[in-house]
C-alpha cells in the first residue's frame, strides 16, 4: 500500500468513532467509489431507452407519454447537480457522496417496483438527484486527494466509466428486456450501488466539512430551474417540434432564469454557481472542451445507432455490440493518453490531437458509411473515434482544474459537470433535429442516409468549436498536472546501493 498521507487507512468515521481498520489507500478509495457511482448514472442514461416500448405496454400508455421516464430523470440530474458543490464542502465529501450513491440506489429499487406510470417517473426524479449529486462531489473529492500530477491517472479510470457505460447500456439493457424484465434494467444498480455505499463507508476517510456560506438559495431556484427547464426544452423539441408551445416557453424561460442567474450570482460574495472562475482562461477552455465533446460524442452515439438499426436492420443488441468498438477505443486512448501522450505532447497539443482526431472520425462516418458499408469499415471508425474521445476526456479532466484552488474545487466541479450533463442532451437534440431536417422523414420515422450524413458533419463541424477552445489552453498554466517522465523520478536508496 502507498505510504504517503493520502493513502491512511479509513480508521476515522462520522462523529469521531473508530471504525474498522480496513487499509485501503485512499487514492484507490476514491476512485472506487466515484467510478462506481458515475458508472450507474451515467449507464442510466442509455440503457433505460432501450426498455420504453416494453414499459409503455407494460403500462397502457402510449409512446409519447413513456418518453417522461427519461426526461424526468434529465430533469432532475440538471437541478440537482447546482446544490452538489455547497452540499459537499458543508457536509463533507464522506458523507455527501455515499449519500448521493445511496440516494441513486434506493430510487433504482423503487423504480424497479413501480406500478404505474406515474409512480416510475417519480422514482426516477430520485434516481436523478443522486446522480446528480455524486457526479460534481466525487469530482471534488478526486481533485483533494490526487495531486495535481497525479490525476492524468485518475482521469484514465474516471474515462472507463465515460466512455465505457453510454455505450454498454443498449447492450445490456436489450439482454435484460428480452431475457429477464423491464424491471431488470433498474435491479441491476442495486447490488454495485450498495457494494459502493458499503465500501466507502469503510474505507473512505472523513474530509472534514469546510467552512460555507448560508445556503444560496436564490442562486439555487435560479440555476435549478433554468437548468431544468433547458433540459427539458432541449430533450422534448426534436420529437415534439421546436415550434410546439411547451418546448418553446421552456427555452425561453430556461433561457431568461440563466441569464438572470450570471447576473445575481457575480453580484454575490459566496455565490451557489460560481461563474466568476470562467474568468480564469484555463477551466474556461477546458470546460468549453468537454462540452462540446459531450455534445458530440453522445450526438454520435445515438447517431449511428439508429443508422445501424434503421438504414441497415439490426436489432437493439446487434446494433449495440457493433458500437462497442468505440468503448475500447476509449478504453486504449485513456490509457495511452495517461501513460504516453499527455506528457510527452503536454496539455495543449494533446488535447489539440483529441478535439481534431474526434471531428476527423466523425466527419469519416458521414462520408464513408452507407447501408452497404462493410462493418470491417465500420469498426475500425468507431475504435478511432473512441481512441481520440479518450484523449479529451483525460486531458480536460487532468488539465481543466490546474489553476483552480481546493477550495473552489466543489463549485468547479459543479460548473464543469452542467457542461457535461447539458451537452450531452444537446448533443442528441442536435443530431435528431438534423436528422429529421435533412433526411426525408417524419419526427417519428426513419430518416433517409442522407440525413445520417448530415447528422454525422454537422456534429463534425459543431466539434470544432471544441478543437478552437483547446488551442486556448495554456501548458504553462497547466504545467503542475504534466506527470514528471520515468528518467526525472528519483532512485530509491535501495536501487542506488545495488547499482554497481
Known sequence: MSADPAAAPAEEMAGG????????????????????????STLDMTIVNVALPTIGQAFDVPSTAVDTVSIAYLVSLSVSVPASGWLGDRFGGKRTLLTAVAVFTLGSALCGTAQSLGQLVAFRVVQGAGGGMLASVGMAMLLRTFAPHERVRASAVLSIANGLAPTLGPVLGGILVTQ????????????????????????????????????????????????????????????????????????????VLATVMVVVELRKRS????????????????????????????????????????????????????????????????????????????????????????????????????????????????????????????????????????????????????????????????????????????????????????????????????LYAATRVSDTEAAATIPPSPSDRPVPKEEQESQP
Open 17 to 40: 468513532r473508530r471504525g474498522p481498520r480496513i487499509a485501503v489507500s485512499q487514492k484507490t478509495a476514491v476512485c472506487v467509489v466515484y467510478v462506481a457511482g458515475l458508472f450507474l
Open 180 to 255: 429477464v424484465s423491464w424491471r431488470a434494467i433498474f435491479y441491476v444498480n442495486v447490488p454495485i450501488g450498495a457494494f459502493a455505499v458499503a465500501f466507502g463507508a469503510l474505507c473512505l476517510r472523513n474530509q472534514p466539512a469546510r467552512p460555507t456560506e448560508r445556503f444560496d438559495l436564490t442562486g439555487f431556484l435560479l440555476a435549478a430551474s433554468g437548468f431544468g427547464l433547458v433540459m427539458y426544452g432541449v430533450s422534448e423539441g426534436p420529437g415534439h417540434g421546436w415550434g410546439t408551445p411547451s418546448v418553446t416557453v421552456a427555452l425561453a424561460c430556461g433561457a
Open 271 to 466: 455565490p451557489m454557481i460560481d461563474v466568476r472562475l470562467l474568468k480564469d482562461r484555463l477551466f474556461a477552455s477546458g470546460t468549453t472542451v468537454m462540452t462540446v465533446e459531450s455534445v458530440t460524442f453522445l450526438g454520435t452515439l445515438f447517431t449511428l445507432t439508429l443508422y445501424l438499426q434503421d438504414a441497415r436492420g439490426m436489432t437493439p443488441m446487434a446494433a449495440g455490440l457493433t458500437t462497442f468498438p468505440e468503448a475500447l477505443g476509449v478504453v486504449t486512448g485513456s490509457q495511452l493518453a495517461s501513460r504516453v501522450l499527455y506528457r510527452r505532447l503536454r496539455p495543449r497539443r494533446h488535447l489539440v490531437l483529441g478535439a481534431g482526431g474526434t471531428s476527423a472520425a466523425v466527419a469519416a462516418m458521414g462520408l464513408l458509411l452507407r447501408p452497404e458499408t462493410a462493418l470491417w469499415l465500420v469498426v475500425p471508425l468507431l475504435f478511432c473515434l473512441g481512441l481520440a474521445v479518450g484523449q479529451v476526456f483525460v486531458g480536460t479532466q487532468s488539465a481543466s482544474f490546474a489553476t483552480v484552488s481546493s477550495s473552489s474545487s466543489g463549485r468547479a466541479s459543479t460548473l464543469f459537470n452542467v457542461g457535461r450533463r447539458l451537452g450531452g442532451a444537446v448533443g442528441v437534440a442536435v443530431a435528431t433535429t438534423v436528422l429529421v431536417t435533412a433526411g426525408t422523414a417524419g419526427a417519428h420515422t426513419a430518416p433517409g442516409m442522407s440525413g445520417y450524413r448530415a447528422a454525422f458533419l454537422a456534429l463534425a463541424a459543431l466539434n470544432l468549436l471544441g
